[in-house]
Nanobody, 116 residues
Framework: QVQVVESGGGLVQPGGSLRLSCAASGINNRGYAMAWFRQAPGAQRELVASIMYDGITNYADSVKGRFTISRDNAKSTLYLQMNSLKPEDTAVYYC??????????WGQGTQVTVSS
């Protein structure tokens, strides 16, 4: 049973930065492709960025050039560095498996609020 725990969210002013982390347990060092998602109030959950086990990445157009996804396979940890944050980035952020390969149970997520 894979479990994910997201952390690192908070309140930040427009133009600021945050780094999110996702600790995954139960992976047993398997080469899963992973991803970050977000869900804003009243909106559907959307894919933000994904990363293959070998480090190949993909980003939603809305975050390209501002967000960077990375992973530490030895620690089974996923990261999302978010720079130049905008109010429209406000959402609960979740990590999970790359949806092309299925999904695990969702964690609680971490709230990111961008506001002055």
């Amino acid at each position: 049973q894979v479990q994910v725990v997201e952390s690192g969210g908070g309140l930040v002013q427009p133009g600021g930065s945050l780094r999110l982390s996702c600790a995954a347990s139960g992976i047993n060092n398997r080469g899963y492709a992973m991803a970050w998602f977000r869900q804003a109030p009243g909106a559907q959950r959307e894919l933000v960025a994904s990363i293959m086990y070998d480090g190949i990445t993909n980003y939603a157009d809305s975050v390209k050039g501002r967000f960077t996804i990375s992973r530490d396979n030895a620690k089974s940890t996923l990261y999302l560095q978010m720079n130049s944050l905008k109010p429209e980035d406000t959402a609960v952020y979740y990590c999970n498996r790359d949806p092309r390969f299925g999904t695990w149970a969702w964690g609680q997520g971490t709230q990111v609020t961008v506001s002055s």
